[in-house]
């Protein structure tokens, strides 16, 4: 993987301030951003970002005893459901989802102890992940 040289720029209300790390002192305060010159760019290959709207929003509690509350924001899929996988065994139990709320109350009274992967699939692919301890 290549490296880009980078510019930083910080900004502050007295002073403009341009340098590299070996020329100048950083302003711990202002506003920075990076600089890349264009002609860097031309032999490297353009990547887009996809920034999805679906995601966990939380676990509560965790770790979990006997009832999980999971806030999601779903909103606008077409389908969605939530899958807890156990990290250890690779068992999961799958819990379809109102994509018009914003909550789910699972009972995990009955899971083993261990670590968890809450998943959230929307319209069949995967958009959010957060781990779970349950107790």
């Known amino acids: 993987m290549a490296l880009l040289p980078l510019t930083m720029f910080a900004q502050t209300p007295d ?6 790390e070996t020329s100048a002192e950083t302003d711990p305060v202002g506003v920075y951003s990076r600089s890349v010159d264009p002609n860097v760019l031309a032999n490297y290959d353009e990547v887009t970002v996809n920034i999805t709207p ?8 965790n770790p979990v005893n006997s009832q999980l509350t999971v806030t999601y924001d779903a909103q606008g899929a077409g389908s969605a459901y939530l899958m807890l996988v156990n990290q250890t ?26 670590l968890y992967s809450v998943i959230l699939v929307c319209d069949g692919d995967i958009h959010s992940v957060k781990n779970l301890a349950k107790q």
């Open 54 to 61: 679906y995601q966990i929003e939380s676990l509560v509690p």
């Open 15 to 20: 002073e403009d301030f341009c340098g590299t």
């Open 89 to 114: 065994t690779g068992n999961s139990d799958n819990y379809i989802l109102d994509t018009e709320e914003s909550l789910i109350s699972i009972d995990v009274s009955g899971f083993s102890t261990g």
